[in-house]
């Protein structure tokens, strides 16, 4: 790569373009960031390759006509293939676990359903779910027949309008044939399947505070439905369950009061279907289950096994059908669902099924012996077909379906002849026997097909995971380059050059047919791809121009220097605890129970900076005392300052009072405190998949019966959050009035919606108002920090003196202001941000924000009191404390973990925007409540001491920078390969992919957090330059 970038520099040199080179201070800030944000980039297109949007390796199929041979005997199509049932009700019960139905208190909780399949009026299956459990790719599942994609996790939210056609699911073929489809419920449906229903109403499936309304608006048109005789099929999905289980678990009192109410529900269908004297079906199922918190999207028992019940009017005996079943025939796949319905209304299965029909339901509805053994005929044809369009090697999958035909051949054989020369006939066997064992192999058939068809429904984009891993490590490369490395005379005409030749080279590949490239979707020809491949490749050569010029391939030894283990037992520590870190990633146990990881990483973290703390506290050195005053992690305007600045000497306060060994029992027991805090948090939030279902205290505090200790709980905790704001707050006056009138909105927010007591003194609500005077509030509070802000950066000289100058100096500088400056805004940007998570976070979560700002004040403190910051050290510490306190609220790898009900604070519509821009700054909000401390305290240790190795504020706060970007990519830039590595690995879509997802959001996070911070710092040098111009008067 060097040799070849050689060339395009001789090439390129005579007529390249140099831009003046900009100053250091200024250049490298917003460099960092830009590397950053290719990270981000490079995660992103190693997504879109490893999730891609669309199935490469199924095509939908043309429609063929039935078949009209099997194995070369003709047979009528028309006579065997027929509706069975002419009125069908399918209700989806949301979030509906098999347990429910099938565990010791089903029959208490649903007794007319346990009724009718204890009376052989129906029969029980276990339905097993693939992960992602969402609803979009479930819904798919179960109308489709095929096996989603894992992008459907990210398209259950943002997907307007899907593009799935007539042949893609039952519904579209039913409307084809005429047969009118009428449904009632989540409007998921609605966007999967546009114009295909004669009556409709959609209700939003995310709005989860909403238990009963939801539910209400589907109810209420089942009477006037159920009269009707102009619809073939009812569709009903009903949320109220779901919902229930995200605000408050499956262990609800909630919840068998809404199995009651379903129970009412199935009550009224079948009671109506009776009435009619048709030969119907009612099909009760849910979509996913509910993992024992409460969530679904992940891979456990509880959200994958859900149940299928089949239950009817008509004089049917289940029981003797049914009734040899064992526990493994009775769990089918959810894809199955489709092509049994499919089969049971006369139509074809739809044309991307890889279900099989239950043979037991098949053999209810249809005792003719000849159309029952061809609608199997015909399901597994149908696969059959799709994996002879995918595959060359269309024998080796399908050996079992040509077994199944043959010998089905041969009993139409035998019983045209039974019947033409009935006394004559010599038996073939046991014929019970023989039509099961037919029956058998066509199931174990499309089982074998589907396996094989498996192999092309994941069919990864390499060209796009290798653009995407290689812009990363450039990105992480990039970051580890020194400050005076980063700081040159960019040639854009060299890298320009060098893009259009990547470009060249691109487009050969995709011209000669190289399969890497030309089955990517990036080899497309249509001006968005084009102008997309463009940038990547350009952001690609600019790296490799930066990386690879002349004199920075020599000072890449800067790398080592980077890992180089130094002085600082801490620092070696992290170093250590950040490759323990990405070893733990390489193990899907491991990724489970990261907080594990975490956890003791962080505990062994404290206990040396305790131990290294209280065993270097210096003695009577004039030049290294502990101040009297501690410095608060938002620390007051640093007008008053211990040190002077630069080359001027310092002059410590002495040790009043107290002497050493007390302070050194202050620091242990802070010290002991953080580690009490850290053994009580483990047990408030167990979260994992080993013990995330166990009780904790979370759980006892959430319980509906508990409302007044949670009621405490909270007030008790925002009562402590607003006296450390307000106490720390560098603005008196009406500023800390805000922050009391904030607390007392959060709680009339949560007292509204019933999370809180009321104490029968406020009017129950959406909280929809409460939720907007707290954004006023919030709006000024940062209002009147810039105010101040400003105030401190342009007031006149006079004043200046007066608030500065108290015997210790006797001029500011304009650096000094807009550090003073820096300080208010990281400070009210900090207030900002407790604030919005105090009001996302559940009313029992709220002590866990207090607990952080007590941890991050503690370490703050005991570490300036050293007299030695180390600018390595504090980013990977904060860094490390704000993964702790993210797995402390309860998160996990598992999108099961994400709390919607966040997501709905203060809404009273869906909107895609303000739900996903909630639920990120919920999740991550310890994360990026870390970093924003980070920078405040560092703004305020530069602004009060100068004992460190970069003198100056702005290669302080670069370097930190640099340490949380280079602390961010580390496990990205390894965890990117390794899951090419691990492509089909048996827990990649149900660990590895989600782990994925979460990593390309802290990432996220991570820009968010650091594009405040360093935003607001130019914006501060910007109008102190214009200040110093006279650009700015007051």
């Known amino acids: 790569m060097f040799v070849f970038y050689k060339f395009i520099s001789v090439l390129s040199g005579s007529f390249c373009v140099e831009i003046p080179v900009m100053r250091e201070g200024d250049m490298a800030s917003m460099w960092l960031l830009w590397t950053l944000t290719v990270a981000l980039i490079g995660q992103v297109l190693f997504i879109y390759g490893f999730l891609p949007i669309s199935i490469a390796g199924l095509k939908v199929t043309e429609d063929r006509p039935l078949p009209t041979s099997i194995n070369g005997l003709r047979v009528n199509s028309d006579s065997l293939y027929r509706p069975i049932i002419n009125k069908l ?138 009269q009707q005789d102009d619809w073939d099929v009812m569709i009903l999905h009903y949320l109220g369950l779901d919902h229930i289980g995200h605000v408050h678990g499956p262990y609800s009192k909630l919840i068998p009061q809404k199995l009651q109410e379903m129970d009412d529900v199935i009550k009224k269908l079948f009671l109506g279907l009776k009435k009619k004297h048709h030969s119907s079906l009612l099909v009760i199922c849910g979509d996913h289950g509910m993992k024992d918190t409460g969530g679904h999207g992940g891979a456990t028992y509880s959200e994958t096994h859900v149940p299928l019940l089949f239950v009817s009017p008509l004089s049917l005996d289940f029981k003797s059908h049914c009734l040899d079943l064992n526990i493994k025939d009775r769990i089918v796949n959810q894809r199955d669902l489709a ?201 690609v050569a600019f790296n490799a121009h930066e990386l690879f010029c002349g004199s920075h391939l020599f000072k890449l030894s800067h790398v080592k220097e980077k890992l180089k283990v130094g002085s600082s037992p801490e620092n070696n520590f992290l170093t250590f605890g950040t490759f323990l870190h990405i070893v733990s990633l390489f193990s899907s146990s ?63 306060k002495p040790i009043m009072g107290e002497g050493i060994f007390t302070y050194q029992k202050k620091e242990l027991l802070k010290f002991t405190s953080i580690l009490l805090i850290h053994r009580f948090l483990r047990n408030y939030n167990h979260t994992g998949d080993k013990w995330g279902n166990l009780p904790d205290i979370g759980d006892w505090i959430s319980d509906s019966e508990n409302i007044m200790i949670r009621s405490v709980v909270m007030a008790m905790s925002l009562l ?158 904060f860094i490390w404390l704000g993964m702790v306190f993210y797995f402390f609220k309860g998160n996990s790898n598992s999108l099961a973990s994400l709390d919607l009900k966040a997501a709905y604070t203060g809404q009273n519509n869906y909107s895609v925007v303000i739900v996903g821009i909630l639920l990120f700054c919920h999740t991550f909000s310890m994360p990026i409540l870390a970093l924003l401390l980070l920078f405040h305290y560092l703004a305020v240790t530069t602004s009060r001491s100068n004992n460190f190795d970069l003198r100056c504020p702005q290669k302080i706060m670069n370097a930190a920078v640099k340490s949380v970007i280079m602390t961010r990519l580390f496990p990205v830039v390894f965890y990117l390969p390794f899951i090419i590595l691990q492509r089909h690995h048996l ?48």
Not at 103 to 112: E, L, N, Q, S, T
Not at 150 to 177: M, P, Q, T
Not at 371 to 393: G, I
């Open 720 to 877: 402590g959050i607003t006296f450390f704001l307000v106490k720390n707050s560098p603005i008196k006056g009406s500023n800390g009035l805000f922050i009391v009138f904030a607390a007392l909105n959060i709680y009339a927010y949560r007292a509204a919606i019933g999370d809180v007591s009321a104490f029968d003194m406020y009017p129950s609500s959406r909280g929809s108002t409460e939720f907007f005077i707290l954004l006023i509030l919030m709006v000024l509070i940062m209002a009147n920090g810039v105010y101040e802000a400003f105030k401190v950066l342009i007031h006149d000289n006079d004043k200046k003196k007066q608030n500065f100058n108290e015997g210790k100096r006797k001029y500011r500088t304009l650096e000094q202001d807009s550090s003073a400056a820096f300080v208010i805004l990281t400070h009210e940007i900090c207030k900002f941000w407790i604030i919005l998570c105090s009001s996302l976070n559940r009313p029992g979560d709220v002590p866990v924000i207090f607990a952080f700002l007590f941890c991050s004040h503690t370490l703050a403190n005991s570490v300036m009191k050293t007299g030695r910051c180390d600018v390595n050290t504090m980013p990977k510490t």
């Open 89 to 226: 009700i399918l209700v989806v019960i949301d979030a509906m676990r098999d347990d429910f139905i099938i565990g010791p208190d089903a029959a208490r909780h649903m007794p007319y359903l346990s009724s009718l399949i204890y009376n052989g009026r129906g029969v029980h299956f276990t339905s097993l779910v693939e992960p992602p459990t969402v609803t979009l790719p479930r819904i798919k599942a179960m109308t489709m027949g095929t096996i989603p994609n894992y992008v459907d996790v990210i398209l259950n939210v943002i997907e307007k309008e899907s593009n799935c056609s007539k042949e893609n699911s039952f519904i579209g073929r039913a409307a084809a044939k005429r047969l009118n489809t009428v449904f009632y419920g989540d409007d998921t449906w609605l966007r999967l399947f546009p114009n295909s229903f004669l009556r409709f109403e959609g209700t939003s499936s995310f709005y989860v505070s909403d238990f009963n309304e939801v539910d209400n608006n589907v109810t209420r048109h089942l009477d006037h439905e159920l």
């Open 590 to 652: 491991f990724i489970e129970e990261e907080h594990q990881t975490w956890q003791f990483l962080f505990i062994s973290l404290i206990i040396l900076l305790g131990v290294k703390i209280c065993c270097s506290i210096p003695r009577k050195d004039k030049n290294h005392m502990p101040t009297e005053e501690p410095i608060h992690f938002i620390g007051s305007v640093p007008y008053i300052c211990n040190y002077r600045y630069q080359d001027q000497e310092p002059h410590p």
């Open 987 to 1034: 827990f990649i879509w149900t660990v590895f992919a989600p782990k994925l997802l979460y990593e390309a959001f802290l990432t996220l996070s991570s820009l968010f957090g650091l594009f405040l911070v360093i935003g607001l710092q130019r914006c501060l040098s910007h109008l102190a330059k214009l200040q110093r111009y006279g650009l700015i008067q007051v």
């Open 339 to 539: 092509s049994t319905l499919s089969v049971l209304l006369g139509l074809q299965p739809p044309s991307m099924n890889l279900g099989a029909a239950i043979p037991c339901i098949l053999r209810i509805f249809i005792p003719e012996t000849d159309a029952y053994l061809y609608a199997l005929h015909v399901n597994a044809w149908q696969v059959a077909s799709l994996l002879e369009s995918v595959h060359d090697s269309f024998k080796d999958g399908s050996y079992l379906f040509e077994e199944a035909s043959k010998l089905h051949s041969e009993w139409i054989k035998w019983e045209r002849d039974r019947v033409k020369y009935k006394p004559k006939m010599k038996s073939i066997g046991n014929q019970d026997e023989l039509i099961k064992k037919i029956a058998k192999k066509y199931a174990v058939g499309i089982t074998q097909m589907t396996s094989k068809l498996g192999e092309s429904v994941v069919n990864f984009d390499y060209y796009a995971m290798f653009l995407g891993v290689v812009i990363t490590w450039q990105a992480f490369m990039l970051s580890m380059l020194k400050e005076e490395v980063i700081i040159l005379e960019y040639r854009w005409t060299k890298s320009f050059l060098l893009a259009v030749i990547m470009m060249v080279f691109h487009f050969s590949i995709c011209f000669f047919g190289s399969s890497f490239i030309s089955n990517s979707s990036l080899s497309r020809h249509d001006s968005f791809t084009l102008s997309t491949v463009f940038v990547l490749i350009f952001i």
